[in-house]
Nanobody, 128 residues
């Protein structure tokens, strides 16, 4: 059985930093895309960042480009999201997702239904 588990969320002041972690078990996703999404209060879940199967440049939403960095450690079955210069509008539940489809076209990397496994989410709250 596949499990996806996020951790690292919390309360931080605007301008601060947090590092989210995601660990998978039950199968390896080293050859497949993984991504972070988030759902802010009262809003739809949205794409944040993604990385393909170990190569190429990562993808970021315009709202986090330059502030967030996505990395993965294949050996540890882990995905990370380093978040800097946090803003109150970054407040959301952050979800880790893994796809079993590869390759994903650049235009599809943000498409939620192409990700097959999801974690429960971790809350990030940024105070002003």
């Amino acid at each position: 059985q596949v499990h996806v588990a996020e951790s690292g969320g919390g309360l931080v002041q605007a301008g601060g930093s947090l590092r989210l972690s995601c660990v998978t078990s039950g199968r390896t996703f080293s050859s497949y895309p993984m991504a972070w999404f988030r759902r802010a209060p009262g809003k739809e879940r949205e794409f944040v960042a993604a990385t393909k199967n170990g190569g190429g440049s990562p993808y970021y939403s315009a709202s986090v480009q330059g502030r967030f960095t996505i990395t993965r450690d294949v050996a540890k079955y882990a995905l990370y999201l380093e978040m800097n210069s946090l803003k109150p509008e970054d407040t959301a539940v952050y979800y880790c997702a893994a796809s079993t489809r590869s390759p994903l076209r650049p235009g599809d990397i943000e498409t939620q239904y192409l990700y097959d496994y999801w974690g429960q989410g971790t809350q990030v709250t940024v105070s002003s």
